[in-house]
């Protein structure tokens, strides 16, 4: 075992001072700050799509289609605040004294009773000045930009019905173009096939404008409807929106509800499940070319002559298994420092978060399937070095391999649909995914017996693969001739 | 088929024995029913062309591969449990490439049974020693070739092993590094330690080796001494003279009496062994021949190697 920790000791060093594992450690980083950053930075590039509505009913919708964008621009300046507040207002102290304006800030925005009050305080700037002695910083408020303009029809609103689409087509081409034309023809909403408007764009690409309209529209019927056929009734009464709040008995806290810790500790074993296909995505390669370099070198047999095969695979496994954890850890610990930079707020929330899923009981279980599932990889790779002479050998079985590791993200919808469902247990059941596939699906708690089962299959498994890569790492390491075939390979599996 | 058994007088202990070793690949048939002896302390030269066997039967001795049939002993034990008493330095230098050379001779000195302290600084030292101390923090892919196989050497003896297994120690290597080398080898041996090396050059076999194995197409062609190989092959007598020299096939001591060659100026006399070549000048003499040139000369190993690795080469065919 000594010899075997000597050479897991020299690989891990091999792995860490890579150029490669600089980068993809470093890469981490830069990808969440890209998924985080970039979808926002799109959207604030975005230009605010200027369109109109040419209303042939007389009106009432195009006015409601243009109370729906000014709704719609208080709700996003509604949210700015509110996330403004989060870092620059002394909230705690807020709540205190000014409840009635922390709940603005707090509540959603799906709320109506919100909106009313955001709108009756005056905004973001009545808010904020309201606020005034309970600012942290002198951070100033940007107010969102607006997603949509409703412009007045002009010309196009008296256009002949012949010559409709030349107009449309003028006004969304000329100099200052419209992004949308939205035209509501007489009798619209008594139509035999029911009500149907025409949206005119140029861009149809992006729909989400038109999915607005239509929102819009169908609000205004519903409450033309009401108006109908219960006057008497205020219009919205009859828009109920219900608050769903979630509770599981096996909740952390003491009324039962799910917590953000509760959700971080179910959805921390499938971050840890991609992150192990992650590290073995990073590590293949190395794996590979380490092996074929010893091998093209005669590095091997100098090693060989030293240690016995298993010692060195079980050294080179160890080493491997190493530096994938220490990836992980030097990523939590990067999540840590940008938070701790970047948002000094939630850092206390994050290394909660942490420490939950680090404290709960599945916390070894997860630990284990996930050293179990590197180790039954990295073995694979391994073998699969010690059986070609170049890359270009490696690459002709990586590629099958490659397929079979991927498969669990394919099988991740099924999974996340129904986690102790029959496609979930099956595919627990097969050796080479058992680690993956039950570090997904412990936080849902899977049959006792399947756990216990399932544990015991993946330990064996990844004892008999190592073994049988073992042989056949032992008996490929030192030939010079190419891959063998598949009868070739499970002879030499079986081969002492 | 003619083998020779190793016949110079007593013999030390037995560092490396073979007994009817044998080695296929699927029908390959790569070392065929090998025995062979080597006592402690001495130069062992394996020789032989390429494919006759010599990096399967060093693979074997090393552990690295199980013979199919027959037994090898490494200090009287199976290789396998022996590895930490053997150095082992393959033809292509065998170093990790990023790795440091002081960091690479203390790995394989730990992985042969040093601990970590005694380890580095025998590597320091050995460094030293062979003039490479300023160079210790160097990468090997930083390295010429010569100092990369010195380092490599280096390792191999860092550990302090009681055999070395060489392959193709010398290639590479400049005259100067060669004849450090060599030196080193003479040193190691003086100093009790028992050397096998593979080698395709045998001006060097010839100069090193106290022992030497021929081994051709799988199976032992020759094994013994230096003047042994030189036995194999008769003394040869080449005389320049304008008369016709056939009358010397008439004496004793001769084999054959072979004209000059088209383009060659001496005629080529072959002796039996043991024959003294001054019978020759002798007859030369009596018969009033006016000679040109006399010389006479033993065979050189690379003529014994031909002989026996090309006559191994014509069986096959």
């Known amino acids: ?496 | 088929m003619e083998s020779r058994t190793l016949a110079s007088g007593i013999m030390p202990s037995a560092a490396l024995e073979l007994s009817h070793v044998s080695k296929r690949f699927g029908d390959f048939t790569a070392v065929r029913d090998l025995s062979l002896t080597h006592g402690e302390g001495r130069i062992l030269g394996f020789l032989g062309p390429n494919g006759a066997g010599k990096t399967t039967t060093l693979r074997m001795m090393l552990g690295l591969m199980k013979p199919d049939g027959g037994t090898l002993r490494i200090l009287g034990k199976s290789p396998g449990t022996v590895r930490d008493r053997v150095g082992y330095l393959p033809e292509e230098r065998g170093l990790y490439k990023r790795m440091r050379a002081d960091s690479v001779i203390a790995y394989f000195a730990q992985l042969k049974g040093l601990d970590r302290a005694t380890a580095h600084k025998r590597a320091h030292a050995m460094l030293e020693r062979f003039g490479l101390a300023q160079f210790a923090r160097v990468r090997i892919e930083g390295l010429s070739k010569g100092m990369a196989q010195k380092v490599a050497f280096i390792a191999t003896l860092a550990h302090d092993p009681d055999v070395l297994i060489l392959d193709e120690p010398f290639s590479g290597l400049d005259p100067l590094n060669r004849q450090s080398f060599e030196d080193a080898i003479r040193a190691l041996a003086r100093d009790g330690k028992t050397i096998l090396f593979s080698t395709h050059t045998m001006e060097q076999a010839e100069r090193l080796c106290d022992h030497l194995v021929i081994l051709a197409r799988g199976e032992k062609v020759f094994d013994g001494t230096l003047a042994e190989a030189h036995r194999l092959l008769p003394r040869r007598a080449r005389i320049g003279a304008k008369a016709d020299l056939g009358f010397l096939g008439n004496l004793q001591g001769v084999t054959s009496v072979s004209p000059p060659a088209s383009g060659q100026p001496y005629w080529d006399i072959a002796l039996k062994e043991g024959a003294d070549g001054s019978s020759l000048l002798a007859a030369c003499f009596e018969q009033r021949v006016e000679l040109s040139h006399f010389d006479l000369s033993e065979p050189s190993l690379q003529d014994v190697f031909v002989s026996l690795a090309g006559r191994e080469a014509e069986a096959a065919q």
């Open chain 1, 1 to 496: 075992m000594r010899r075997a920790l000597l050479v897991a000791r020299s690989e891990f060093l091999k792995y860490v001072t890579r150029r490669g594992f600089i980068i993809s450690l470093l890469m981490f980083p830069v990808w969440v700050v890209i998924g985080g950053v970039v979808p926002q930075w799109i959207e604030s590039k975005t230009p605010t799509r200027n369109f109109t509505v040419v209303d042939k009913t007389g009106g009432r919708f195009a006015f409601a289609i243009a109370k729906a964008v000014r709704d719609d621009d208080e709700i996003a300046e509604r949210d700015a605040l509110s996330a403004f507040a989060q870092s620059n207002l002394d909230l705690p102290r807020l709540r205190e004294r000014l409840p009635q304006l922390a709940v603005i800030v707090d509540s959603s925005s799906e709320d109506p009773e919100t909106l009313a009050r955001f709108r009756k305080s005056g905004g973001a700037n009545g808010i904020l000045s309201l606020a005034a002695p309970f600012r942290k910083t002198d951070a100033r408020f940007q107010p969102p930009r607006p997603r949509f303009h409703f412009s007045p029809p002009g010309a196009l609103q008296g256009a002949d019905e012949s010559r409709f689409a030349q107009a449309v087509n003028d006004r969304l081409s000329g100099s200052d173009p419209l992004y949308a034309v939205v035209f509501i023809p007489k009798g619209f909403s008594n139509a035999k096939s029911g009500p149907e408007a025409e949206f005119w764009s140029i861009n149809a690409s992006d729909p989400d404008l038109e999915h607005f309209v239509r929102r819009a529209l169908t609000e205004e019927l519903r409450r033309q409807l009401l108006a109908k056929f219960a006057p008497d009734v205020p219009p919205d009464t009859f828009k109920p929106t219900v608050a769903m709040r979630a509770y599981d008995p096996a909740a952390s806290g003491g009324d039962h509800e799910i917590s953000l810790a509760d959700q971080a500790r179910t959805y921390a074993p499938a971050v840890l499940a991609f992150l192990l296909l992650l590290t073995i995505f990073m590590n293949a390669g190395a794996l590979l070319s380490g092996v074929i370099e010893e091998k093209s070198s005669r590095i091997v047999e100098v090693m060989l002559s030293c240690v016995t095969p298993v010692e060195f695979m079980t050294g080179k496994l160890l080493g491997a298994a190493a530096a994938s954890l220490l990836t992980l850890i030097l990523w939590a610990a990067m999540l840590l420092a940008g938070a701790a930079i970047f948002l000094p707020g939630a850092l206390s929330n994050f290394g909660g978060l942490l420490t939950s899923i680090v404290s709960t009981g599945l916390f070894p279980m997860l630990l284990l399937c996930f050293v179990c599932g590197l180790l039954i990889y990295a073995s694979i790779f391994l073998a699969i070095g010690s059986m070609a002479t170049s890359i270009q050998d490696a690459q002709a079985l990586v590629g099958p391999t490659m397929i079979l590791v991927m498969a669990p993200l394919i099988m991740m919808p099924a999974l996340l649909r129904d986690p102790n469902g029959a496609i979930a247990t099956v595919l627990s059941w097969i050796p080479v995914y058992t680690p993956f596939f039950m570090m997904f699906r412990l936080p849902w708690n899977p049959p006792l017996l399947e756990v216990v089962g399932a544990t015991i299959l993946m330990i064996a498994t990844t004892i008999v693969l190592v073994i049988q890569m073992g042989r056949v790492f032992a008996n490929h390491v030192l030939t010079a001739e190419r891959p063998p075939r598949l009868s070739a390979l499970v002879r030499s599996m079986l081969r002492r």
